[in-house]
C-alpha cells in the first residue's frame, strides 16, 4: 500500500499538518503563559524567550506557526486555488520573519545580544507587515470566506497600525496586550485560509461527484 498521491488527498493532509500546526503553537502559546511569571499586559511576547519556566516554549510555538503556515499555502494551491506569486512571497516572509524571530532573541539588558536582537526586531517587522497585504492578495482568488478574509485583513491593518502606535508610545496602552492582540489577528487569518483551503476541497469533491449537466 502507498500514499495516495491524488490533488484532494494532498490537499487534506496539507490541510490536516497546517490545522494541527496552529493548534499545537497557540497550545504551546496558552500553556507558556500560564506557567510563566511574565506579565503579559506589559511584557511583550519576546521576553518570554527568557523566562523562569517554559524555556523553549515560545520558540516551539512561533516555529509552529510559521510551518502551519506555510502548509496553509501548500493546502490552498493544492486545494486548486491559484495563489499569485506577490500571495506565495508574503506567505514566505510571514514564515521566515516568525521563524528568525525565534530562532534570533531579543536582546536584554540581562541578556544582552545586540546582534541577536536586531535580527529580531526586524524579523519581526517582516512577519507583522506580510500579514495584512496577504490577505487582500488573495481576495481575489477565492469565492467562499471572501468577506471574513477580507474583514480580518482590514482588522489586521487596523492592529498593525495600532501595534506601530504604541510601541512609539507606550504610555498609549499596554504593548504587550496591543501586540498579542495584532499576533491573535494574523493566526485568525491564517485559520481562516485553512477553512477556505478545506471548503474548497469539498466544493470541487461534489462537483467530481456530481458533475453539472447540460440541457440538449
Known amino acids: 500500500m502507498g500514499i495516495s498521491t491524488e490533488p484532494g488527498d494532498r490537499a487534506r493532509l496539507w490541510v490536516t499538518i497546517a490545522a494541527v500546526a496552529v493548534a499545537w503553537a497557540g497550545f504551546t502559546m496558552i500553556v507558556l503563559h500560564l506557567v510563566s511569571s511574565h506579565d503579559p499586559l506589559t511584557d511583550t511576547l519576546s521576553s518570554y524567550a527568557f523566562t523562569d519556566h517554559g524555556t523553549g516554549m515560545l520558540g516551539a510555538s512561533i516555529l509552529a506557526t510559521a510551518l502551519g503556515s506555510l502548509a496553509t499555502l501548500a493546502a490552498l494551491r493544492s486545494a486548486g486555488i491559484a495563489v ?124 467530481i461527484a456530481d458533475p453539472p449537466r447540460y440541457a440538449t
Do not use: E, K
Request: glycine share 6%; charged share 10%.
Open 84 to 207: 499569485s506569486g506577490t500571495s506565495q512571497a508574503l506567505f514566505g516572509t510571514w514564515s521566515l520573519g516568525l521563524s528568525a524571530a525565534a530562532i534570533f532573541p531579543a536582546s536584554y539588558p540581562a541578556h544582552p545580544d545586540p546582534v541577536s536582537g536586531q535580527i529580531h526586531f526586524y524579523s519581526c517587522l517582516l512577519a507583522f507587515l506580510s500579514v495584512p497585504p496577504l490577505g487582500f492578495s488573495l481576495l481575489n482568488r477565492i469565492s467562499a470566506g471572501r468577506v471574513a478574509l477580507r474583514r480580518l485583513s482590514v482588522v489586521a491593518t487596523l492592529t498593525l497600525m495600532l501595534f506601530g502606535v504604541c510601541y512609539a508610545l507606550p504610555w498609549l496602552l499596554p504593548v504587550g496586550v496591543v501586540q498579542r492582540l495584532a499576533l491573535l489577528v494574523d493566526v485568525a487569518l491564517i485559520c481562516t485560509l485553512i477553512v477556505i483551503a478545506r471548503r474548497s476541497i469539498s466544493t470541487r469533491r461534489r462537483h
